[in-house]
T-cell receptor, first 113, second 109 residues
């Protein structure tokens, strides 16, 4: 099974809302990633978790708060977002950060109104 | 940081044609992957190829790490091959994947 699942598929939220994105994998992978992709642009790395610990934060604003409750789950908590945060949010996992053959979920399309 | 450039940026083919997509990177890498992003946004893993040559059906890829480039070959293209093709690399020791600029492919019936 090489599947990474993400929920929800679509999310519309106001600038004062709090919401969470969820990502799950059951491949036994020890590294998990969040990416942000704007229209017609390549994905951009946001966070990297290795063995459930945050190892890379690419200077992401604090209104995005990642969480890795266990080795299979990755959350992204959203609070006080801006309209320019509207994008496709992609989750990925890999066996590790050194052997980083990444598998991506289908993404969550987020619209901030 | 590492720079990753892909060429051509756009490509239009007739069904059945062959094509070569190129990915150039500016530093040595630990990992390199090719992805196909379909119209719904799903990134499909085509090849994990930090070096050497691999083939999977009509697709094949070659990475020459010492010369800092990778090639993706698509033979006998089909309309379902349409979409955006990305290469992604992480510079040695950084553990940060950087995506290339992408090649947007359209295959006409």
């Amino acid at each position: 099974d090489t599947e990474v699942t993400q929920t929800p598929k679509h999310l519309v939220m106001g600038m004062t809302n709090k919401k969470s994105l969820k990502c799950e994998q059951h491949m036994g992978h020890r590294a998990m990633y969040w990416y942000k992709q704007k229209a017609k642009k390549p994905p951009e790395l946001m966070f990297v978790y290795s063995y459930e610990k945050l190892s890379i934060n690419e200077s992401v604003p604090s209104r995005f708060s990642p969480e890795c409750p266990n080795s299979s789950l990755l959350n992204l908590h959203l609070h006080a977002l801006q309209p320019e945060d509207s994008a496709l949010y992609l989750c990925a996992s890999s066996p590790g950060v050194e052997w980083a053959e990444q598998y991506f979920g289908p993404g969550t399309r987020l619209t901030v109104t | 940081g590492i720079q990753v450039e892909q060429s051509p940026p756009d490509l239009i083919l007739q069904e059945g044609a062959n094509s070569t997509l190129r990915c150039n990177f500016s530093d040595s890498v630990n990992n390199l992957q090719w992805f196909h992003q379909n119209p719904w946004g799903q990134l499909i893993n085509l090849f994990y190829i930090p070096s050497g040559t691999k083939q999977n059906g009509r697709l094949s890829a070659t990475t020459v790490a010492t010369e800092r480039y990778s090639l993706l070959y698509i033979s006998s293209s089909q309309t379902t091959d349409s979409g955006v093709y990305f290469c992604a690399v992480d510079a040695s020791g950084t553990y940060k994947y950087i995506f290339g600029t992408g090649t947007r492919l359209k295959v006409l019936a």
